[in-house]
């Protein structure tokens, strides 16, 4: 069922108190290539100013990383996109003398001819054509794995399905980083992105895929349905995103750790609380 918006009003609010099912402009087959082209352009700014994908990289997993340098490591980056954050990541390893080769997924063939021409100049980056629901038929282990803006466009029983799926496959941390589906973040960005983003499907998109986002509630009600080794962590993160991460590191002899925590993470305040879930 569509979310209640008036149409032909740029500017009006939607009701945000269920998740919406409308289709972003991105996904549909016939868009213009053009436009398609720009908007990932765009969305890597969007990604760069607002995702907060790199202070959790940092937190996560590059310090994870940091505890064995001399080992090489694999991660997975499942709906990569344009591939910008695999782009990020791997000269920020570099720099600090860590190594890691990327493979990257998105299922559409565009994204995926896009993506390779803006990634030719980086080695350790692999990009396949492939469905997210396919991880698990690679066969093959990772140490990390990330899906950044992935989980909105799955409907509610493919993200519990797809979170397992990335479990199955990771051997040392998941992260897992989407859209909180809040007013605050339906006015900023509809606000910035109205001045900014032009030929584009950003603008909508944008707006759809928050309205698509997930509240705390949401995402610790599905994890608390999943059976994950080690500590699970469900929390906010400014400006406007959820994110689930699991590192296995904390697993006890015995396997059957299973911590799950919520809080809220915002680093520009300096401060962050995280309460553990009865």
Request: hydrophobic residues 35%; glycine residues 6%; aromatic residues 8%.
């Amino acid at each position: 069922m569509k979310s209640p918006v008036i149409k032909n009003h740029k500017f009006v609010l939607p009701f945000l108190s269920r998740r919406c099912t409308d289709l972003e402009l991105m996904d549909r087959p016939d868009l213009s290539r053009e436009k398609l082209v720009n908007t990932l352009r765009q969305f890597s700014i969007v990604n760069q100013l607002f995702s907060c994908h790199r202070r959790l990289l940092k937190r996560y997993i590059i310090a994870d990383m940091l505890k064995e340098r001399r080992h090489s490591r694999r991660l997975l980056d499942v709906g990569a996109g344009g591939c910008d954050i695999a782009r990020w990541l791997i000269k920020t390893c570099r720099h600090r003398g860590l190594q890691l080769d990327i493979t990257c997924i998105d299922h559409d063939p565009r994204v995926v001819e896009y993506a390779r021409s803006r990634t030719s100049d980086v080695p350790g980056i692999e990009i396949r054509c492939a469905e997210a629901m396919e991880i698990d038929m690679f066969n093959e282990r990772f140490d990390y794995v990330l899906a950044n803006h992935l989980l909105h466009h799955l409907g509610s029983s493919d993200v519990e399905t797809i979170l397992k799926k990335i479990s199955n496959v990771c051997d040392r941390v998941f992260l897992v980083n989407d859209l909180l589906r809040c007013y605050h973040s339906y006015l900023a960005f509809t606000i910035i992105a109205g001045i900014l983003f032009r030929r584009s499907f950003a603008f909508t998109d944008g707006r759809i895929s928050i309205r698509k986002g997930f509240t705390r509630h949401e995402f610790l009600e599905m994890t608390g349905k999943m059976e994950m080794e080690g500590t699970t962590i469900v929390s906010t993160a400014f400006p406007g995103h959820i994110y689930i991460v699991n590192c296995r590191d904390s697993v006890d002899s015995s396997g059957n750790d299973r911590r799950i925590f919520h809080g809220f993470d915002k680093r520009q305040a300096g401060a962050e609380r995280t309460e553990q879930v009865d």
